[in-house]
């Protein structure tokens, strides 16, 4: 079955850097398209980057410049590099792919950004 498992989170000061990774498991990684979604307390899940198969990035504004978002084929493994954090960054970061027209997530990392 598919798996994603989030680990890398934690308490940062503002301006300081955090890299998030997502072990995929249970299917094809190297064939899928790939994203990070974060959901700040209170808020809705926002999309933050994704990844197509070729390495072809997207990233909305709020981060762009910031946020790096890279794949390992071979390690089944999907990284956010988070530079410049800012206090509104602090979220709960997810992992997420479609397969089959299903959606999966990871559990989830919490990222506190805050001095």
């Known amino acids: 079955q598919v798996q994603l498992v989030e680990s890398g989170g934690g308490l940062v000061q503002p301006g300081g850097s955090l890299r998030l990774s997502c072990a995929a498991s249970?299917?094809?990684?190297?064939?899928?398209?790939m994203t990070w979604y974060r959901q700040p307390p209170g808020k809705q899940r926002e999309l933050v980057a994704g990844?197509?198969?070729?390495?072809?990035?997207n990233y909305p504004d709020s981060v762009k410049g910031r946020f790096t978002i890279s794949r390992d084929n071979a390690k089944n493994t999907l990284y956010l590099q988070m530079n410049s954090l800012k206090p509104e960054d602090t979220a709960a970061y997810y992992c997420?792919?479609?397969?089959?027209?299903?959606?999966?997530w990871g559990q989830g990392t919490q990222v506190t950004v805050s001095s």
């Open positions: 997420n792919t479609v397969s089959r027209s299903v959606a999966y």
């Open positions: 990844i197509s198969m070729g390495g072809r990035t």
């Open positions: 249970g299917f094809t990684f190297s064939n899928h398209y």
